[in-house]
């Protein structure tokens, strides 16, 4: 089945089973690496992506669900001044150690800035509640998150 969709602002077309994962048509047919495969089966965050403007699980959708609609990873979003605010803040705030989680974190915390500039902490952990993190308590990122809404003033 042939499925177009916008990845990252440009229209793309695969050709795939429909059935496949969003997840392994990113990586596999497109090469778009920066999304991560952790658990497979929607319980770790990984693979999360931007669907329409929303957090998703990119391993949980299959492919067909994406015809026509607008995509953004890790790739799309870094080259964006908001993007760039959030990874800079994850990393002042040393939030990025082995970096697996990393991906999915700065597409959650842009999530989350985008509907509420200035968080309280309950709120941002509520955000980052579906993206585990092995390795830094997870502290770390809500003080990153902090960071990006300061720096990011104007901004988000
Ligand atoms: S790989 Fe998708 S939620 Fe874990
Ligand atoms: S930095 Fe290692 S899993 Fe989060």
Same mark, same amino acid.
């Given at each position: 089945?042939?499925?177009?969709?916008?990845?990252?602002? %440009?229209?793309?077309?695969?050709?795939?089973?429909?059935?496949?994962?969003?997840?392994?048509?990113?990586?596999?047919?497109?090469?778009?690496?920066?999304?991560?495969?952790?658990?497979?089966?929607?319980? &770790?965050?990984?693979?999360?992506?931007?669907?329409?403007?929303?957090?998703?699980?990119? &391993? /949980? /959708?299959?492919?067909?669900?994406?015809?026509?609609?607008?995509? /953004?990873?890790?790739?799309?979003?870094?080259?964006? %001044?908001?993007?760039?605010?959030?990874?800079?803040?994850?990393?002042?705030?040393?939030?990025?150690?082995?970096?697996?989680?990393?991906?999915?974190?700065?597409?959650?915390?842009?999530?989350?800035?985008?509907?509420?500039?200035?968080?309280?902490?309950?709120?941002?952990?509520?955000?980052?509640?579906?993206?585990? &993190?092995? &390795?830094?308590?997870?502290?770390?990122?809500?003080?990153?998150?902090?960071?990006?809404?300061?720096?990011?003033?104007?901004?988000?």
């Amino acid at each position: 089945m042939k499925i177009e969709f916008y990845l990252n602002d %440009e229209l793309v077309e695969v050709e795939a089973d429909p059935m496949q994962s969003l997840l392994n048509t990113l990586r596999g047919n497109l090469n778009k690496t920066a999304t991560k495969e952790g658990c497979g089966e929607g319980e &770790c965050g990984a693979c999360s992506i931007l669907f329409n403007g929303k957090l998703v699980n990119a &391993c /949980m /959708m299959p492919i067909a669900q994406a015809e026509g609609a607008r995509l /953004m990873t890790l790739e799309g979003l870094r080259q964006t %001044e908001k993007g760039q605010c959030v990874i800079d803040a994850l990393l002042e705030a040393k939030g990025v150690q082995c970096g697996f989680c990393t991906p999915g974190m700065v597409l959650a915390l842009y999530a989350l800035l985008e509907v509420n500039a200035k968080p309280n902490e309950q709120e941002i952990r509520t955000a980052i509640s579906g993206n585990l &993190c092995r &390795c830094t308590g997870y502290g770390m990122i809500v003080d990153a998150a902090r960071i990006a809404s300061e720096k990011g003033e104007g901004l988000w």
